[in-house]
């Protein structure tokens, strides 16, 4: 069976971009920013971004390029006889379904919030209520359940209808909808009076507030955002090298989609921190900007109810967009390890992530005295905990020495698929920083996320 194509180039980074563009981008980016220190922050992360995210980007793009296979097969493919490496494939493909366990969840959260946005339910809620709704809605299996179906069946079904007519048109679509819908919020947020004084605190390089919460763990937090934004370590980016074909260097588009994510992530920022500071209200972290703090926010707003709405039209694009390209991953390893039709791997696996992703919605509510990792966690928290502290950093550490050392793919067979094809080329003198430097960074911020 011959391997499918991705049909341009701009599918290519569109799909790459949209599983690197996730919730992450919105409730962590502009709150870590503003906490140490503003534009000093964004400085640091732009530097990590280049020098740790963007060269594991362009392995993990060659490991899928040179193999043309998903993550169950491709260390298999390009690994000397006898070697191990290909066992770090079924680690990341439970890695991959790990994560849909507790992603699937979220983004019914995202769309449940766009069903609320749309029909005015928040419309005259005060605070406290707006805080109850996000509690109702946890506490309801019904609610958590059937939007968690709606999006696993929805991820599926474009994925059933092939890699070119489904998962590539849909996701141009919607990442286009995205970034333009994105932009409009920002613009609406700018314009509000009061709203500099938040993009002041964002944007301004803040020395004393760095220093405040400490210069290491600015650096450490800016390591850490720069590496997490881009989802590297269990093959979710390497799918699509395997669709792509040689006619551009891997540096090149690794650049574009890093470019794209931070795009995202800063411009988050542009519409959280005016907005807040015109309300006078503080930017929070996590579930709680996005579905309390905002919400409370678009209610005082002119025409917030449509703002509103069109935000969480682009938060649930930002997280099923990390859907389509995770299915599509989890969807190519049952094709290539058991040679399953693609509507056949569609429908094992319609059912399987329905079923796995039912611990995390329970969690909330049924299971809610489950609490794995102390008092108040929940099951999504030790399945965040586990992708992102275990599977994503050590993968990436995986993928890391299987390209640089001779144990392994080695440089040189990486340094050629990476530099085949026009555009930037990675310099042969990165040799010593990637096969000695490198590696201590990511071992550092594996010790860092177990012990903290």
């Known amino acids: 069976m011959e391997r499918e194509k991705l049909g341009s180039r701009m599918g290519f980074i569109l799909l790459s971009a949209g599983c690197a563009i996730g919730i992450g981008n919105v409730w962590r980016f502009p709150y870590i920013a503003g906490m140490y220190g503003g534009g000093m922050f964004v400085l640091f992360y732009l530097f990590f971004l280049i020098v740790m995210g963007v060269p594991v980007m362009t392995m993990e793009f060659a490991v899928g390029r040179a193999s043309r296979k998903s993550i169950i097969k491709s260390f298999a493919t390009l690994e000397k006889p006898g070697q191990k490496w290909h066992l770090h494939g079924y680690l990341g493909m439970a890695g991959n379904y790990l994560l849909m366990m507790f992603y699937t969840t979220v983004a019914g959260w995202m769309l449940y919030y766009f069903y609320q946005m749309l029909t005015g339910k928040f419309v005259g809620k005060d605070k406290e209520q707006v805080a109850g709704m996000f509690q109702g809605m946890l506490e309801s299996p019904a609610v958590l359940l059937t939007v968690m179906v709606i999006v696993v069946a929805a991820g599926i079904l474009i994925c059933s209808l092939g890699l070119q007519k489904g998962v590539e048109r849909i996701t141009k679509v919607m990442m286009t909808l995205l970034l333009l819908i994105i932009v409009i919020l920002a613009v609406r947020s700018m314009t509000l009076p009061g709203g500099t004084e938040g993009l002041k605190f964002y944007l301004l390089p803040d020395a004393q507030r760095m220093r405040e919460v400490g210069i290491l763990e600015t650096i450490t937090a800016a390591m850490n955002q720069s590496f997490f934004t881009l989802s590297l370590g269990i093959g979710s980016m390497a799918i699509f090298g395997s669709y792509i074909g040689k006619d551009h260097t891997l540096l090149g588009e690794s650049m574009n989609i890093a470019v794209l994510d931070t795009f995202v992530a800063f411009v988050s920022g542009l519409i959280i921190f005016p907005a807040c500071s015109a309300f006078g ?123 640089v050392t001779r144990y392994g793919w080695g440089f040189d067979n990486y340094l050629k698929e990476t530099n085949t094809g026009d555009g930037l080329k990675v310099p042969k003198g990165i040799r010593f920083y990637v096969t000695y430097v490198l590696p201590v960074l990511l071992i550092f911020l594996i010790l860092k996320g177990w012990i903290g």
């Not at 290539?336 to 992703?357: E, G, M, P, Q, Y």
């Open 281 to 403: 209200i503080s930017p929070d972290m996590g579930p709680s900007l996005i579905f309390i703090t905002l919400p409370n926010i678009f209610n005082h707003m002119a025409g917030g109810r449509v703002w509103g709405t069109l935000f969480f039209v682009f938060m649930t694009f930002a997280a099923f967009s990390t859907i389509i390209a995770v299915f599509e991953n989890i969807i190519s390893c049952g094709m290539d390890l058991f040679h399953w039709s693609r509507k056949k791997s569609c429908l094992i696996n319609l059912i399987a992530l329905t079923v796995l992703s039912m611990p995390c919605v329970f969690g909330f509510n049924i299971w809610s005295a489950f609490q794995p990792l102390g008092d108040g966690s929940t099951v999504l928290d030790l399945e965040d905990f586990i992708v992102s502290n275990v599977l994503l950093p050590v993968g990436a550490l995986i993928y890391l020495l299987f390209c």
